[in-house]
């Protein structure tokens, strides 16, 4: 099993460009998580999803969106990007009460 | 939410010596989990330890769970370096909320 998938791996944008980052697992998990890390930081929840279909907002969703139109797919947007938004995405997935398995992470610049 | 806060934020201690993290959370949990994470990779799974459990071990690892304090501790015993990265909890209600948040974390170091 791949587990959780994230890509791209690395990508570097200009101010106001847009991208969409790609989660896929293989593990028909239910539950579905986007989280940015900063230098030093915790983890902060951006958006996750409960199930096909559906999306949550969590932290800090401002200047993101999501979509879950696949079980096993979930999707963040960056519409236009900000230099703030520099920062390592890390997807997430579990079913049940089960832990979280991670991806190893997209590490995005906005210039 | 359920976020989980460790201290200290930074820890550095000799090979062989223990090392013990701690998490506070503010809320009713159903569990609460140690992930780690080595510099620049995903955050692993390290252990889960459920709400009416006091205490759980796997391998050098040692977790305590005190739901009237809302407090959790890591243990580490006989610290390698290779055991250097950060440790995060996170908290988890199932009844309340799905999202599953975490702390800024403890930074480990273990120096050879």
């Known amino acids: 099993n791949a587990g959780v998938t994230q890509t791209p791996k690395f990508r570097v944008l200009k101010t106001g460009q847009s991208m969409t980052l790609l989660c896929a697992q293989d593990?028909?998990?239910?539950?579905m998580y986007w989280y940015r890390q900063d230098p030093g930081m915790g983890l902060r929840l951006i958006h996750y999803s409960v199930g096909e279909g559906t999306t949550a907002k969590g932290e800090v969703p401002d200047g993101y969106n999501v979509s879950r139109l696949k079980k096993q797919n979930f999707l963040l947007g960056l519409e236009s990007a900000a230099p703030s938004q520099t920062s390592v995405y890390f997807c997430a997935s579990r079913s049940g009460v089960s832990p979280l398995h991670f991806g190893n992470g997209t590490r995005l610049t906005v210039t | 939410s359920q976020q989980g806060e460790e201290d200290p934020q930074a820890l550095s201690i000799q090979e062989g010596e223990n090392a013990t993290m701690n998490c506070s959370y503010k809320t009713s949990i159903n569990n609460l989990q140690w992930y780690r994470q080595n510099s620049g990779r995903g955050l692993v799974h390290l252990i889960l330890i459920r709400s009416n459990e006091r205490e759980k071990h796997s391998g050098r690892l040692r977790v305590t769970l005190d739901t009237s304090k809302k407090s959790s501790s890591l243990l580490i015993t006989a610290s390698r370096a290779a055991d250097t990265a950060s440790y995060f909890c996170a908290t988890v209600d199932y009844n309340n909320n799905n999202d599953m948040r975490f702390g800024a974390g403890t930074r480990l170091t273990v120096k050879p």
């Open positions: 593990m028909n998990h239910e539950y």
